[in-house]
T-cell receptor
């Protein structure tokens, strides 16, 4: 079974600064997907960024980018130019490529962006 | 992205009663949907996978007779919490997987409070 670990329960960053959220996972699969989801106070889950394991290039989405280290099974999220609206819970998640395609979530990191 | 709705968004019920939560995919026919439970300040825990036209697959430790799932059409899945008790109070979230996008799209969630 896959496991996802987020070792930072809470983080704080000042507006306009950069912050990196850590995530490690464990799997015996060679092909899979990794995700970062954001859950703001509304509790709606929002996809931030996605990475396919077979792609060596790190995914980027505007101010969000990942550092995917497949051998180390590490998948960190970097948020540049942090904004107050980035305040939320961030969950790292793993999904296998089979038809079941279950998502396994980490425990989450609560990010607070301050003025 | 795809749109998923849930109804109701918040429900309060008395202990011993049953509550039905609906999850609809508004712009996509979903053969597979997922139901999660999220306790306060915790991560999402998968309860079951709902397959259209067949029985749901429950995760270990989830009582199938207590959490009844029906996925009768490609756009509607329901979760019924039978004989609800205060410990069932939680936030319930549905999602469906898009094979095209290789990701899950989440509903806005339903807050259940059992008195």
């Amino acid at each position: 079974a896959q496991t996802v670990t987020q070792s930072q329960p809470e983080m704080s960053v000042q507006e306009a600064e950069t912050v990196t959220l850590s995530c490690t996972y464990d799997t015996s699969e060679s092909n899979y997907y990794l995700f970062w989801y954001k859950q703001p106070p509304s509790r709606q889950m929002i996809l931030v960024i996605r990475q396919e394991a077979y792609k060596q290039q790190n995914a980027t989405e505007n101010r969000f980018s990942v550092n995917f280290q497949k051998a180390a099974k590490s998948f960190s999220l970097k948020i540049s130019d942090s904004q107050l609206g980035d305040t939320a819970m961030y969950f790292c998640a793993f999904m296998n490529t089979g038809t079941a395609s279950k998502l396994t979530f980490g425990t989450g990191t609560r990010l607070q962006v301050t003025l | 992205g795809a749109v998923v709705s849930q109804h109701p968004s918040w429900v309060i019920c008395k202990s011993g009663t049953s509550v039905k939560i609906e999850c609809r995919s508004l712009d996509f026919q979903a053969t597979t949907m997922f139901w999660y439970r999220q306790f306060p300040k915790q991560s999402l825990m998968l309860m079951a996978t709902s397959n259209e036209g067949s029985k749901a697959t429950y995760e270990q430790g989830v009582e199938k007779d207590k959490f009844l799932i029906n996925h009768a059409s490609l756009t509607l899945s329901t979760l019924t919490v039978t004989s609800a008790h205060p410990e069932d109070s939680s936030f319930y979230i549905c999602s469906y997987r898009s094979g095209f996008y290789n990701e899950q799209f989440f509903g806005p969630g339903t807050r259940l409070t059992v008195l």
